[in-house]
């Protein structure tokens, strides 16, 4: 059974967009990952296919309606419990264990919204995550939702040629990235540094650990403290344990 996407949009055209290519392009081709997009003008209502209207209490754009977004959804939904993320910039920003979690599942569904957004009542009434990318304003919940896509595609089994890139990688021990060297060992005068060259595994694994941690203290002081806040707590339980095997003997 492959990862499945559902995406509620007013421009399926969008889809897959880049993720028809390079490695997702492929693993869409190989079904490592399925898309189904659903056009929100199909549910729209009377004459002219109406999907939104002004909002009440007046103001700028139009806002989505919750009746044409509620059918649009029964109709999307199969009873398989992925969760149904809706994109916007009010949502909860998306964290990489968030992307691990929606990875290792069946898969997401997807709403995205566009003009103002989307009724209130229907996101309320159904259990609905709301996820941003980022503190930025995209003109629409699309290419945000390629993003939230990708970030998950690329974890799925054999997507990505070697797993461990994705087990070092920056976030997923709450640090960014070491730096990164490749040939030749000294362009324009720059050396790559001596340690990377010398075949001591202990010490080059010491040094990316070193690099790790100045780059995330200079670039991400918030990601810095929440890493040494995680530390001191695992530091605290393991003398708690210790403490209790000592009384345990005792
Ligand atoms: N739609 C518009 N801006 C967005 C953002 N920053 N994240 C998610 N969805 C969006």
């Not at 559902?6 to 897959?16: A, I, K």
């Not at 707590?233 to 345990?248: K, M, P, R, V």
Request: proline letters at 5%.
């Amino acid at each position: 059974m492959s990862w499945q996407v559902d995406v509620l949009t007013l421009f399926p055209e969008m889809f897959p967009g880049f993720l028809g290519m390079s490695l997702a392009g492929r693993a869409l081709k190989e079904q490592s990952w399925t898309l189904k997009t659903h056009a929100l003008r199909n549910y729209g209502l009377g004459r002219h296919l109406a999907v939104d209207d002004t909002p009440f209490g007046g103001g700028a754009g139009m806002v989505i309606r919750p009746d044409v977004l509620d059918t649009a959804l029964n109709d999307t939904l199969s009873d398989d419990e992925r969760p149904v993320l809706y994109l916007s910039p009010r949502g909860r920003l998306l964290q990489q264990s968030d992307v691990v979690r929606f990875a290792s599942g069946k898969g997401i569904y997807l709403i995205c919204g566009r003009y103002e957004g989307v009724d209130e009542r229907f996101l309320e009434n159904r259990q609905i995550e709301e996820v941003s990318i980022g503190d930025y304003v995209l003109s629409g919940g699309e290419p945000a939702a390629l993003v939230l896509m990708d970030s998950c595609i690329r974890l799925l089994p054999g997507v990505m040629g070697s797993d461990q890139s994705a087990d070092e990688e920056s976030f997923s021990n709450g640090l960014l990235e070491y730096p990164h060297y490749t040939k030749p060992a000294i362009w324009n005068d720059h050396a790559v540094p001596d340690v990377l060259l010398s075949g001591h595994h202990a010490a080059i694994a010491k040094w990316r650990q070193d690099q790790a941690e100045i780059i995330t203290r200079q670039r991400r002081p918030d990601l810095w403290h929440a890493y040494q806040n995680r530390l001191h707590i695992e530091n605290d339980h393991s003398h708690l344990d210790s403490d209790a095997t000592c009384q345990g003997k005792a």
